[in-house]
């Protein structure tokens, strides 16, 4: 559990630093493009790729650490027993649709890939960035199929 806990730390980091990249960039670009008419090339499809990696990859921690948005309103209330079948339910039905999302995104790769889709201005390969997108989904597939593992052990945590 503590490598799990780790892990999902690293993630956090590396998600964090992506969205700053991206905070650096679409400034930096905007600066460019209003001060000198010169924007960054290629910056809007660079961020908006690096934004993909930054939800998938934050996906896996929030899976894991059951951090996502839920409503407290009822389940404060409930007995604990309760409530962790709630949130093991919860934890079920996003693993479906997260195993689903990765299968799309795997076709999106594929898709990508095969078409030799890029970039508009510095015709990048798009399917890279695509790649730890759905590595991403993947990740977060895993991290949320350790949760729920997690929640059926006795005494499981729910968070």
């Not at 209330?77 to 309760?82: E, G, I, W």
Request: hydrophobic share 60%; net charge positive.
């Amino acid at each position: 559990m503590r490598l799990l806990d780790r892990l999902a730390t690293l993630v956090e980091t590396i998600a964090g630093l992506f969205l700053a990249a991206i905070t650096l960039l679409v400034f930096i670009s905007a600066i460019g493009r209003y001060a000198f008419a010169a924007p960054i090339p290629d910056a809007f499809d660079v961020s908006r790729l690096m934004l993909g990696v930054v939800i998938l990859w934050g996906f896996a921690s929030v899976g894991y650490r059951g951090a996502h948005i839920k409503v407290d309103l009822v389940a404060e209330v409930l007995p604990a027993r309760v409530r962790r079948g709630l949130d093991l339910l919860g934890a079920l039905v996003l693993l479906l649709f997260t195993v689903l999302l990765a299968w799309k995104l795997g076709e999106r790769l594929e898709s990508a890939f095969a078409s030799h889709e890029a970039t508009m201005d510095l015709r990048l390969p798009v399917w890279p960035w695509l790649a730890v997108i759905w590595l991403g989904a993947l990740a977060s597939a895993f991290t949320i199929a350790a949760r729920i593992v997690l929640l059926l052990r006795p005494g499981g945590r729910s968070e």
